[in-house]
């Protein structure tokens, strides 16, 4: 048995590494003797969005950091992206044979012939299907009809589908290309919707499938005791906060954050935190949320596992041009999933900030529990579906 996982799983990113080797996990599970590898591909190319200049809100052409910081953000970079590269190595395995995500008319052939090779395609999760084509290249995560292998999207998404939307001319092709699929799995809404809607594809055909991340035991992460010893204990205080260096509110929220008495504390370089942990491995990442009280995010995967630890999380989307046009979201998505819509908002304008630091105090009693019905509720979905696979292959 062998399988080919289509995934975006290079780049430094915990929530893409953990949800490629979620899928992996799912997978080793239920074909223990299989082969399983990752399309080893150049690059990660998506197509142009065309309102990617097109500043709105809460977004800005420049970060908040200075030449000093910038330079110290870099450095950190690069470690990071090393201990991420000793990950990739140590837990997945890939061909020396690399592929473009849009195949050059010279690779079609032999893609074709390499992926026949295989007893399974699986293609997701992350949002890897939130283009198709570009330059009248289509990506191999829309196979062509020739391959002949049995293929499935895996908690696929598209995002806002923004990308998609913007295609109508394709969606004959888009449909005729998964029309061979044995399974359909698509990880939010937004994506589903778009299936449903401009593909035409019955919605029985479609799977609403939990993030890959849901297959990991929450024991096989861990950070030590050195890199958080800076994280104050049972105060009931401390957030993860983690929002991108183009947030043009980032340092103000931070600021009436600390005025109300909060410990920041973030993964990624933010002078406007009280601890940065800049480079962890994905296991520490996902293991330093047990050390929170709250997260504040802007990030699928933050609110993931914020849901996964039990914690109080409030999600923010403030680029409005990755929404698509009901102001929904991935973020958005995760949230109704465990019925707390409640806990999204969007933020155009500077005004907008104290409400969210009011939020932090509307968590009410039974939270926990809630969540945690739900997260073993998702864990259940997700091992059903997976455990179809073996079905649909006999």
Not at 78 to 89: E, G, M, N, V
Not at 239 to 261: N, Q, S, T, V, W
Not at 336 to 358: A, G, M, Q, W, Y
């Amino acid at each position: 048995m062998r399988i080919l996982i289509i995934t975006y799983w290079k780049e430094t990113n915990p929530g893409t590494f953990l949800q490629a080797y979620g899928v992996q996990y799912a997978l080793r599970q239920r074909f223990k003797n299989a082969e399983i590898k990752y399309l080893n591909y150049v690059g990660a190319i998506k197509e142009t969005d065309s309102t990617k200049n097109e500043v709105k809100g809460a977004e800005s052409t420049t970060d908040d950091l200075s030449i000093w910081q910038k330079i110290v953000h870099v450095l950190a970079s690069k470690k990071r992206t090393k201990l991420f590269q000793q990950s990739q190595k140590k837990n997945m395995q890939w061909d020396e044979r690399r592929f473009s995500m849009y195949l050059r008319s010279e690779e079609e052939s032999v893609f074709t012939e390499y992926a026949n090779s295989f007893n399974l395609i699986v293609i997701g999760s992350d949002t890897i299907i939130e283009s198709c084509a570009i330059n009248g290249k289509w990506g191999i995560m829309w196979p062509s009809t020739d391959i002949k292998t049995a293929k499935v999207y895996f908690a696929a998404s598209a995002d806002s589908a923004v990308n998609l939307l913007k295609h109508k001319e394709l969606y004959r092709e888009q449909r005729k290309r998964v029309s061979d699929f044995k399974q359909i799995g698509l990880r939010d809404y937004v994506t589903m919707n778009f299936f449903k809607d401009c593909l035409n594809i019955d919605i029985r055909q479609i799977n609403k499938q939990p993030d890959p991340t849901f297959f990991l035991p929450i024991s096989i992460f861990s950070i030590s005791e050195r890199k958080t010893k800076c994280i104050p204990k049972g105060t009931g205080r401390v957030i993860f906060y983690h929002f991108d260096r183009c947030f043009k509110y980032r340092k103000p929220l931070a600021k009436l954050l600390h005025e109300k008495g909060y410990f920041l504390v973030t993964s990624e370089y933010d002078p406007n935190c009280d601890l940065s942990l800049k480079s962890l491995t994905p296991f520490e990442w996902a293991g330093l949320f047990a050390h929170c009280d709250y997260v504040l995010t802007e990030r699928f995967h933050d609110t993931v596992f914020a849901m996964r630890y039990k914690i109080p999380v409030l999600t923010v989307d403030w680029r409005l041009r990755i929404m698509n046009d009901k102001m929904e979201s991935k973020r958005l998505s995760i949230l109704k999933d465990f019925d707390c819509t409640e806990n999204h908002s969007v933020i155009r304008t500077e005004s907008e900030l104290p409400l969210i630091v009011e939020k932090l105090s509307t968590f009410k009693d039974g939270y926990k529990e809630k969540v945690t019905v739900k997260v073993n509720e998702m864990i259940e979905r997700a091992n059903y579906l997976a455990d179809r696979l073996v079905s649909l292959l006999e």
